[in-house]
């Protein structure tokens, strides 16, 4: 099939070489390519020309973005994560000239696919929020096979990632006032609690009475006055006022906080100020499967955790708006309500939004094995050539309305 030459602006990407291959299959095929690094460590995995480096504050990022788009004539734009500061200015401002945006993300539903969306991820999907249109979607779809198991890359191989987030720790851009702003959370503002008390949390873990699972979301930094810490402990505060009495919590460490050693010190100060004695603890990666089944609920930081909720029939709680947040699925506006009173998700609901979810948004591969990698560029280019994605191809069959 034919496709006409298009011209596709890269911003950042995730840390390793998909971007460049990706990039190398686009020129084979005929098409033009550019792209702007935002730091040091993304010169290790680019090496086409046509590459600038963007050096300026972060203001002036939709004026160089212009001026590129201009002198090449640039089509499309592609990038890893929406929700960074550069690629939350550079997303909507492409969609407003007409560009179109290719977004990648880690797979929704674990490893084994990878995240490709046109206009928008997460809760900035095109992805409608009526449960019956995923009903009435999920009856034109076939299952989607299990996804690929793909060898892991040598031992050598975490260096250059390594070296990638260094580069960009040396690169550091402070975030526009607006976007700062936005990223703080949407839940009432308890008073910060001050640390003290050395006495160690205990497990809390009992199979006798019920409990709540939080993911600690990458919150778990050294610094006991970091935002991001407080805003879990207002988070627990609500926990203690509003649960039953009976309620134990249990923090899971996500993927960014487990390299990490527990604070314990941490959680028995802020058992201890919370009057929460041993029904506060920490909840092993390895103990979810046995519990999970007895959860009472799950406050979730984002994906593919939530989808492991889901799939179990645990209620759920995102604390961020996600394109999961539907009627019978998911809640995230009152977290309260959601202590005393959570619901289970609809399965026959969440089964149908699985299937539109891969259908529409998932793609085989993986950013860091190679042969993960080469499927992932296989089917990345088809999609990124098409002149319609197929989120916008069942949005269009069913008459939707498209999110702006």
């Known amino acids: 099939m034919f496709f006409p030459q298009r011209t596709y602006l890269f911003l950042e990407g995730p840390a390793s070489p998909f971007f460049g291959?990706?990039?190398?299959?686009?020129?084979?095929?005929?098409?033009?390519?550019?792209?702007l690094h935002f730091h040091l460590g993304e010169r290790l995995y680019w090496h086409h020309p046509d590459a600038l480096t963007f050096r300026h504050p972060?203001?002036?990022?939709?004026?160089?973005?212009?001026?590129?788009?201009?002198?090449?004539?640039?089509?499309?734009?592609?990038?890893?994560?929406?929700?960074?500061?550069?690629?939350?200015?550079?997303?909507?401002?492409?969609?407003?000239?007409?560009?179109?945006?290719?977004?990648?993300?880690?797979?929704?539903?674990?490893?084994?696919?990878?995240?490709?969306?046109?206009?928008?991820?997460?809760?900035?999907?095109?992805?409608?929020?009526d449960p019956w249109w995923f009903h009435a979607a999920a009856e034109r779809l076939d299952e989607p096979p299990a996804p690929g198991a793909w060898q892991a890359p040598g031992a050598l191989a975490p260096l250059l990632p390594a070296l990638y987030r260094l580069g960009a720790q040396l690169t550091p851009r402070r975030p526009p006032a607006s976007v700062a702003a936005s990223a703080d959370c949407r839940l009432p503002l308890w008073p910060a609690i001050t640390p003290q008390g050395t006495r160690a949390a205990r497990g809390a873990a009992d199979s006798q009475a019920p409990f709540f699972i939080l993911s600690t979301g990458g919150q778990l930094g050294r610094d006991d006055n970091a935002p991001q810490r407080r805003h879990l402990e207002r988070v627990i505060a609500g926990f203690v006022r509003i649960a039953p009495a009976r309620c134990h919590l249990l923090l899971l460490p996500t993927a960014a906080d487990r390299h990490r050693r527990p604070p314990r010190r941490w959680a028995s100060r802020l058992a201890r100020q919370l009057a929460l004695e041993e029904r506060l603890g920490f909840l092993s990666p390895t103990q979810l499967e046995r519990l999970l089944p007895h959860a009472s609920g799950w406050v979730s930081q984002g994906e593919p955790e939530a989808h492991l909720a889901l799939a179990e029939g645990c209620p759920l709680f995102a604390l961020s708006d996600a394109h999961y947040c539907l009627p019978g699925l998911a809640v995230s506006d009152d977290l309260e309500l959601f202590w005393r009173y959570p619901h289970a998700p609809?399965?026959?609901?969440?089964?149908?939004?699985?299937?539109?979810?891969?259908?529409?948004?998932?793609?085989?591969?993986?950013?860091?094995?190679?042969?993960?990698?080469?499927?992932?560029?296989?089917?990345?280019?088809?999609?990124?050539?098409?002149?319609?994605?197929?989120?916008?191809?069942?949005?269009?069959?069913?008459?939707?309305?498209?999110?702006?």
Do not use: C
């Not at 609901?349 to 998932?362: E, G, P, S």
């Open 21 to 35: 291959q990706l990039a190398q299959r686009l020129l084979d095929d005929g098409h033009r390519v550019v792209k």
């Open 58 to 129: 972060l203001a002036m990022l939709p004026h160089v973005l212009g001026e590129l788009w201009r002198q090449h004539h640039v089509t499309d734009q592609v990038l890893f994560q929406a929700h960074s500061p550069a690629h939350d200015l550079a997303v909507p401002l492409a969609r407003r000239y007409g560009i179109r945006n290719h977004l990648f993300d880690h797979g929704y539903l674990g490893p084994g696919r990878v995240t490709l969306e046109r206009e928008g991820s997460g809760a900035r999907s095109l992805l409608p929020r």
């Open 346 to 404: 609809d399965a026959d609901l969440y089964r149908a939004f699985r299937r539109v979810l891969i259908h529409v948004t998932q793609i085989e591969g993986d950013f860091h094995a190679s042969a993960g990698r080469d499927r992932a560029v296989m089917e990345a280019t088809e999609r990124l050539t098409a002149n319609i994605s197929p989120i916008e191809r069942l949005l269009h069959a069913s008459h939707a309305r498209v999110a702006s």
